[in-house]
């Protein structure tokens, strides 16, 4: 049992693991936000976009 314990084998292994899925939360995060901010900015640009028309007609 003890052999087991001091086992470091896979030690590595879990910490690149867990910086990959770190990595994986953060980029999820950021692509959330820019989804977000991206569909105002074309909320807004729809918007100017059919005053403009509106203006024309």
């Known amino acids: ?3 087991f314990i001091k086992d470091e084998n896979g030690q590595g292994m ?3 693991v867990l910086i ?3 990595v994986a939360l953060v980029l999820i995060g950021v ?3 820019v989804k977000s901010r991206s569909k105002e ?3 807004k640009t729809n918007a100017k976009m059919n ?3 509106g203006d024309i007609d």
Request: proline share 0%; aromatic share 6%; charged share 10%.
């Open 1 to 3: 049992m003890m052999k």
């Open 31 to 33: 692509l959330l936000v």
């Open 20 to 22: 990959i899925a770190l």
């Open 41 to 43: 900015i074309g909320n």
């Open 14 to 16: 879990l910490e690149y």
């Open 51 to 53: 005053n403009i028309v």
